[in-house]
């Protein structure tokens, strides 16, 4: 079923949505969610959350592009129930790791939001990602937007993990270099 179609069964209220939300996107949600909880129950429930979080939220909203807006959602809800579980229990897990490897980039999301708008942080992490190798850019997006581990990233991206962290170090230098230089204070 094509992403349209599903969104008209959530926007006609019809039940559907969610099963065919699940069969075309549970599969990649899920990896999205497991990367991020390292929990297969914990992943199940997120996803749940997150096919909720859609019905509930469509409409009002119409989004133009169903994959990106659900992730969205996994992500927001897996994060939240990452940051609250590992911060009970001090365990490392991928989030945490990429997270900090990124902190020397963007500065706390306070700061961030008293400074600039969240969406023109957006757009010039974008710009920035634009402008770089599409190897870097593929190996950062999969090490901090899809969060795979070091390993995995730098297995896909057909490298070694030496050049791939190598890589992360120049990628992520030169994104706090072209934040400094778009007015972000880090």
């Given at each position: 079923m094509e992403d349209n179609e599903i969104?008209?069964?959530y926007l006609d209220r019809n039940e559907k949505a969610i099963d065919q939300t699940g069969?075309?996107?549970?599969?990649?949600?899920g990896k999205i969610a497991y990367n991020i909880l390292r929990?297969?129950?914990?992943?199940?429930?997120?996803?749940?959350?997150?096919?909720?979080?859609?019905?509930?939220?469509?409409?009002?909203?119409?989004?133009?592009?169903l994959r990106t807006y659900l992730v969205m959602l996994v992500r927001r809800i897996c994060v939240?129930?990452?940051?609250?579980?590992y911060s009970q229990k001090r365990l490392g897990n991928e989030y945490a790791v990429s997270l900090s490897e990124l902190e020397e980039c963007i500065s706390d999301s306070d700061r961030v939001d008293e400074d600039m708008e969240l969406e023109q942080l957006i757009?010039?992490?974008?710009?920035?990602?634009?402008?770089?190798?599409?190897?870097?850019?593929?190996l950062f997006i999969g090490r901090?937007?899809?969060?795979?581990?070091?390993?995995?990233?730098?297995?896909?991206c057909g490298m070694s993990e030496s050049k791939a962290k190598?890589?992360?170090y120049r990628t992520r230098s030169g994104l706090r270099e072209h934040l400094i230089k778009e007015g972000y204070i880090l």
């Open positions: 969104v008209r069964l069969r075309k996107y549970g599969r990649y949600l929990d297969t129950e914990d992943c199940k429930e997120c996803l749940n959350e997150a096919y909720l979080a859609a019905w509930n939220s469509i409409p009002p909203q119409k989004p133009a592009v939240k129930r990452a940051e609250k579980k757009e010039t992490i974008n710009s920035y990602l634009r402008n770089i190798s599409e190897e870097a850019r593929s901090y937007y899809y969060l795979d581990s070091l390993k995995k990233a730098a297995s896909y190598s890589m992360l």
